[in-house]
């Protein structure tokens, strides 16, 4: 029992530290890395306001060539994607985005990792307090940010 409590209490002492990290790395973030985030945060913004909110938001963002691939939903476009949002059949009811952590290559390449916790509902069905961890790609073109790459993956309950 007492090895069991040590084991938890490193545990949680390593989380805190781990995300300590990664809020001095966000506040330190360069230039480049900053309009990232930001992105990031209008991103979540956009996706809890939902319908034409969220579609017009990820319409202008989005490249035409996305690749969007995700738990119960798969791999789809650009198209679908934003006609989920707009149609009502993707609705996300909350959504907690943290531990970020972005590198940029070549001052046009950005690749964002962070983990997340949503409740989202698909066609009718909710998928309640899912964990999950998100890779985002962006490519800088004539001075704009383009979502290229989304792809998260579910991370089983211990």
Same mark, same amino acid.
Request: charged residues 20%; proline residues 0%; neutral net charge.
């Given at each position: 029992m007492a090895r069991a409590l040590l084991v938890f209490v490193a545990s949680a002492a390593l989380l805190i530290f781990v995300n300590a990290q990664a809020t001095s790395a966000k506040k330190g973030a360069t230039g480049l890395e900053q309009e990232v985030l930001k992105i990031e945060q209008e991103k979540i913004k956009a996706m809890l306001a939902g319908g034409a909110i969220a579609a017009d938001w990820f319409a202008r963002m989005e490249d035409d060539n996305l690749t969007y691939i995700a738990p119960f939903r798969g791999s789809l476009s650009k198209a679908q994607y934003v006609d989920?949002?707009?149609?009502?059949?993707?609705?996300?009811? @909350?959504?907690?985005?943290?531990?970020?952590?972005?590198?940029?290559?070549? @001052?046009?390449? @950005?690749?964002?990792?962070?983990?997340?916790?949503?409740?989202?509902?698909?066609?009718g069905r909710v998928h309640g307090g899912t964990h999950a961890a998100a890779t985002d790609v962006f490519f800088k073109r004539d001075g704009q940010w383009r979502h290229i790459v989304h792809h998260v993956t579910l991370i089983a309950p211990r």
């Open positions: 989920q949002y707009r149609s009502g059949e993707f609705k996300v009811h @909350a959504s907690e985005h943290y531990n970020f952590h972005v590198t940029i290559y070549n @001052a046009d390449t @950005a690749v964002v990792t962070y983990l997340t916790r949503n409740t989202n509902e698909v066609k």
